[in-house]
């Protein structure tokens, strides 16, 4: 089983800066890929920004050049560094890791998410 811990939502003004947190731990052998989602009131959940093991990013296009996801391997965290934020960019953030855990004898892959933290861009 593994945890994730979010941190860091908040309310912030239209052009404001926010970071967020996400820590695992548990039963990791090694994280493949952390993701940054979030979903707004009303709307389904979508994917704002991925990272896998080899460091290639990616991110939802309303994002780009604005928001940047980065990863602490030895403290098996991710961050999610928002600036220039808009009030569409109001909305519950979940992270999400996959990773590999030894379990009953073998490697096996799990996909785990966090609680969600809340970000809401308003003047």
């Known amino acids: 089983q593994v945890q994730l811990v979010e941190s860091g939502g908040g309310l912030v003004q239209p052009g404001g800066s926010l970071r967020l947190s996400c820590a695992a731990s548990?039963?990791?052998?090694?994280?493949?890929?952390w993701g940054w989602y979030r979903q707004p009131p009303g709307k389904e959940r979508e994917l704002v920004a991925r990272i896998n093991s080899g460091g290639s990013t990616n991110y939802v296009d309303s994002v780009k050049d604005r928001f940047t996801i980065s990863e602490d391997n030895a403290k098996n965290t991710v961050y999610l560094e928002m600036n220039s934020l808009k009030p569409e960019d109001t909305a519950v953030y979940y992270c999400?890791?996959?990773?590999?855990?030894?379990?009953?004898?073998?490697?096996?892959?799990?996909?785990?998410w966090g609680q969600g933290t809340q970000v809401t861009v308003s003047s």
């Open positions: 999400n890791v996959e990773v590999s855990s030894f379990v009953r004898g073998s490697f096996r892959s799990f996909s785990y």
């Open positions: 548990g039963n990791i052998f090694r994280i493949n890929a």
